[in-house]
Structures are given as C-alpha cells and as structure tokens.
C-alpha cells in the first residue's frame, strides 16, 4: 500500500481579533505571555495529530495568511516577523470609516485557497460569527474547519471590563473547537518536543534580530529534566535546538526561561524542524530578556488565582475527606483529623486573606509598603512569595 499523503494544514489569522487575543495573554493571562506564530503553527499540527491518529511530522502548514487592516504608518518590525515565519500578508487600508472588508479578504482567500486543493484542514484564528458561511462552504468541500476556542473576561489597566471570546454559533459549527488554554496546557507538558508556545520580546532588538555584541538573543522555551537537549525562542519568536554540547562552560542544561546569547544560522539543515544554536552562553536577565512575571505583585496575583482554580476543582471531585487506601498505611489519627477540617470554604479564605495581605502591603506611590516601614515590596510580600519557592517564575532576589 502507498503512504498516505501528508496532511495539509491552512492557517488563516484574522489579525484584528489576533490581537487582542494577543494582548489577553500577554498581559492577563496565568502566563503573561504572547503566542508565538511557530508555536501556534506546530501546537495546530500536535492537535490535528492527535485527532485523527497521524503522526505530527506526516503533517504539515502548507498555507498561512494573516489579514489585517493597515494604517499610514505600519510596523515594518511585524512585517519582518510575518515574512519570517512565511506568513502571506493581505492588508485592508484603514479609511475615515475605519478597517473595512478584512473579513471578507480572508473569507475569499480562504476559500479560493481551498478551491485550488492547497489545503485540507483550515485553522481559523478568529471568533468571529461572520465566519461561519465560510466555515459552511468549506466543509462542503470536504474541508476540516478547526478554530480555537476562548470565553475570557478580565479588567483592562484602566480596569474596565473587557471579553475575548469566540462566538457561540462559530464553534458550534466547526469540526473542532479546541480551548485555547488547554492547548498550550499540553505544549508545556513534559516530552512535549515542538515549539515553545509563547514568545517574550526584547524591543531593543529590530527585526534582524543580532544585537549589539553581535549575538542572538533569547530565552530557553524548554529544557526536560535529564535531557541532552532543549529549545531556545529567539527575539523574533524563531524556535532552536540546544545540544548538551553546544552549552558554553561545560554545563549539563540550564533552566527554564533562562536569558542566553547564542550563534547560528537561522535556516534549518535538511531533515531537521530546528536551526541548532550554537555556542549559547547564559547572560543576566537585566542584559537581553524580559523574563515572565518579573514583577512580585503580579507573580503573587497569578499564583493565589492557580491554587483558586485547583482548589475548585478538588472539591468539583466530592468532599475532601481522609480515608484508607489499598496498598497505604492507616492514617494517623491527627492527620485524619487535620484533612477532615480541610474544605473548599476553608481554601477559598487562605486565599482570600492571602489577597487581603497582598492589597494592604502594595507599594504605594512613593515606591515604599503603604504598611511596613520599609520599600515595596516589603518582606511579608517576599514571605508570601517564598511559598512558591519551586516555581519557574520564582526569582532569586525575591528571598526575604
């Protein structure tokens, strides 16, 4: 029998709804992180995958356009991130109405694309409900329609409230509507060995992306306990491959999200998904990266919202009670009183009274804690934190 054929996959961003989605996750979400395109293109070929059975490198993004509406005044750094990663650009100029007839480009695009066999699944990065004739037309010409799912709200920095959603009737009328979250959930389980999801950017970087010393930039995206290898995300959201061997100073791995400077080639040799990098040595966060979460407020923020969601869906499983186990020693009498005392009601105040500590200890404007007398953030707020300690967010100079 002949191999089958490799699936086909089209992506198409409506770049409106793209980025607002970008800056959900990049400034509100658990993660505080932008979606990289490659992480995005590899994550839709896991899934795909895992939907019908093949393996991820029988499939591949043979088609990505991403359309958006265009002012006088454009970034030309985005533009060499686009043509980087391949991504065919179709502009709508804004007139004295606004962005007109992006919807309906891509609409035509995708659909002609289709018509001419490029492709046969359709990846729509959108939620918008006036895509659902497009969805229609597809499937009838026995296209697979995926498009990814969101229902978020938040406050904004002004703290109004805000929603990034996908509309109800789009995914319903899709062949899979996949949650956002729980995508990049599993890109960052273990043995997961595509691109790094998320980008963080180093705006003293243009698009080039060598810096003033004469180095790439990034940050280590993945690193498996006990590995050879790992990844590095660059500053323009480019995924490498990080040999054991390639690591300066005799070193076994390093870290998670960990800054380095590196050299290399941006093109991947033949048969390889990842150009290797190349003499990468460790440098100061200050120097060259943003690194998530850098702020303790925030950090604490994300945390106390984690152990809320957890703690839900604990007690989603029945009540928290101590009983024997097969294979397990009787609990002791005062641990089984101990975890009898254990609730939702009572988790939900330990972290309602670990907010409360967090509101009265922010730094105020003069920089110093509104109630200890010394600078923010003060040591109850570092206290706090110390909880946290194993975390990959967790930073050193957090210690009380």
């Not at 002609?112 to 409900?129: F, M």
Request: aromatic share 10%; charged share 30%.
């Amino acid at each position: 029998m002949p191999d089958p054929q490799p699936a086909r996959l089209g992506v198409f961003y409506d770049g409106g709804w793209f980025h607002h989605l970008g800056q959900y996750f990049g400034r509100h979400s658990r993660w505080r992180a932008r979606p990289s395109f490659a992480g995005i293109h590899d994550l839709m070929r896991w899934y795909v995958g895992r939907v019908t059975d093949q393996d991820v490198h029988d499939i591949a993004v043979t088609e990505k356009h991403y359309v958006r509406g265009r002012g006088s005044d454009p970034s030309t750094t985005f533009d060499a991130v686009l043509e980087r990663e391949g991504i065919h650009r179709h502009d709508v100029r804004y007139n004295r109405h606004g962005e007109k007839g992006a919807d309906v480009l891509l609409a035509l695009e995708a659909f002609h694309r289709a018509l001419e066999g490029a492709y046969d699944t359709a990846v729509l990065i959108t939620g918008d409900a006036d895509f659902v004739p497009l969805v229609e037309r597809l499937q009838r010409l026995g296209v697979r329609v995926i498009v990814p799912d969101i229902v978020a709200a938040y406050l904004d920095d002004d703290g109004h409230e805000r929603e990034v959603g996908c509309a109800r009737a789009l995914a319903q009328a899709v062949d899979h509507a996949p949650a956002w979250e729980e995508l990049f959930e599993e890109a960052l389980k273990p043995g997961y060995e595509l691109t790094y999801p998320f980008l963080w950017l180093d705006q003293r970087f243009d698009a080039d992306e060598i810096g003033p010393d004469g180095y790439r930039h990034g940050s280590i995206s993945r690193w498996d306990d006990g590995s050879p290898y790992g990844f590095v995300t660059d500053t323009v959201g480019r995924a490498w491959f990080v040999s054991r061997d390639q690591l300066v100073g005799q070193r076994e791995s390093l870290p998670l999200h960990q800054p380095v400077a590196f050299l290399g080639d941006p093109v991947a040799p033949e048969g390889k998904a990842h150009p290797p990098a190349l003499g990468v040595r460790p440098v100061p966060h200050t120097m060259f990266a943003t690194p998530p979460m850098d702020d303790l407020i925030e950090f604490l923020r994300a945390r106390m919202s984690e152990d809320e969601l957890v703690a839900k869906q604990c007690a989603a499983d029945g009540p928290w009670t101590a009983g024997a186990e097969p294979d397990r020693p009787p609990v002791d009498e005062r641990v089984a009183a101990y975890l009898s005392r254990l609730s939702l009601a009572r988790a939900l105040a330990d972290i309602e009274a670990k907010r409360e500590i967090l509101r009265l200890h922010e730094g105020g404007d003069d920089g110093r804690c509104p109630t200890c007398p010394e600078e923010s953030p003060c040591t109850t707020l570092r206290l706090l934190a110390e909880v946290y300690l194993d975390h990959p967010d967790y930073r050193r100079e957090w210690g009380p």
